[in-house]
T-cell receptor, first 113, second 115 residues
Framework: RKEVEQDPGPFNVPEGATVAFNCTYS??????FFWYRQDCRKEPKLLMS???SGNEDGRFTAQLNRASQYISLLIRDSKLSDSATYLC??????????????FGTGTLLAVQP | NAGVTQTPKFRVLKTGQSMTLLCAQD?????MYWYRQDPGMGLRLIHY???????AKGEVPDGYNVSRLKKQNFLLGLESAAPSQTSVYFC??????????????FGPGTRLTVL
């Protein structure tokens, strides 16, 4: 099993739709999780952090299910500007002094007008 | 405040040539990282640094060397480029929390092609 797995998509949705992505992780000891957004040919940027059961920020909601070892990202009222690749990221202790980020391969979202 | 910058943005090398990628950050971050991103692979950690004068190997360090002579700069070197090193290289930096909560800030990337 890969350390972090995501459905690559693409998810093609109309403007205004609600869309959800799931991400599964293998390390049951992981405590915190991130969703990063990456636009085409750009760098990843932090979208949301998830430290407990979930987090909400405007139209975006991230939820964590520790028992099943998956996190999800829900986007409500999709905008054209939401079109991007969404990376699921799980930190793991690495070398004792920092945390290694394990990146999923990303889920591509294309919002259609 | 420029954040994390990388030079060059693009580069084409021939097999066997060498080059150095420069990463600079102006956020006074302790930690810095070099990643490569390949299609279908996700970002993979090459080397990282937890402070000035220190470096450590990441997941895929072979064929690369790094140096952190100044806190704000992290250099990635390719001594003898190979086609397998064709990739997009991202530098990142973060605050020193070390508890899994530190956010990494990424540079705009360097697109390297090795012929």
């Amino acid at each position: 099993r890969k350390e972090v797995e995501q459905d690559p998509g693409p998810f093609n949705v109309p403007e205004g739709a609600t869309v959800a992505f799931n991400c599964t992780y293998s390390n049951s000891a992981s405590q915190s999780f991130f969703w990063y957004r990456q636009d085409c040919r750009k760098e990843p940027k932090l979208l949301m952090s998830v430290y407990s059961s979930g987090n909400e920020d405007g139209r975006f909601t991230a939820q964590l299910n520790r028992a099943s070892q998956y996190i999800s990202l829900l986007i409500r009222d999709s905008k054209l500007s939401d079109s991007a690749t969404y990376l699921c990221v799980v930190p793991q202790a690495y070398g004792g002094a920092t945390n290694k980020l394990i990146f999923g391969t990303g889920t591509l979202l294309a919002v259609q007008p | 405040n420029a954040g994390v910058t990388q030079t060059p943005k693009f580069r084409v090398l021939k097999t066997g040539q060498s080059m150095t990628l420069l990463c600079a950050q102006d956020m006074n971050h302790e930690y810095m990282y070099w990643y490569r991103q390949d299609p279908g692979m996700g970002l993979r950690l090459i080397h990282y640094s937890v402070g000035e004068g220190t470096t450590a190997k990441g997941e895929v360090p072979d064929g690369y060397n790094v140096s952190r002579l100044k806190k704000q700069n992290f250099l990635l070197g390719l001594e003898s480029a190979a086609p397998s090193q064709t990739s997009v290289y991202f530098c990142a930096s973060s605050y020193r929390t070390g508890d899994g909560t530190d956010t990494q800030y990424f540079g705009p990337g360097t697109r390297l092609t090795v012929l």
